[in-house]
């Protein structure tokens, strides 16, 4: 699973149709963290890295899948198409 959005690189130029991936996924108790990276198409190396958390819910999907739909409901990820 991964999302697809034009992303803004710190640079200030756009990537349209941004392959963005969550990566690094860790539980600590009530909570997951990640990482986000977006790269051009998936294979590349990443352009843009961010880092995440939110609640961890057990009897919830894995923890990828919560990890995707938290970001999906980010303003920054408004938008994002599942690819």
């Known amino acids: 699973m991964a999302l697809q ?10 990537v ?3 392959y963005i991936r969550v990566e690094g996924v860790r539980i600590e108790k009530d909570k997951i963290q ?3 990276r977006a790269s051009v198409d998936g294979i ?3 352009f843009a890295d961010f880092s995440y958390e939110c609640a961890y819910l ?10 995707y739909e938290h970001l999906k ?5 408004a ?4 690819c």
Do not use: C, R, W, Y
């Open 5 to 14: 959005k034009t992303i803004q690189t710190n640079f200030g130029f756009d």
């Open 16 to 18: 349209k149709n941004s």
């Open 34 to 36: 990640f990482q986000v």
């Open 44 to 46: 590349k190396p990443h």
């Open 58 to 67: 057990i009897e919830g999907e894995n923890p990828i899948k919560q990890a």
């Open 73 to 77: 409901t980010l303003p920054e990820f």
């Open 79 to 82: 938008g994002a198409m599942e």
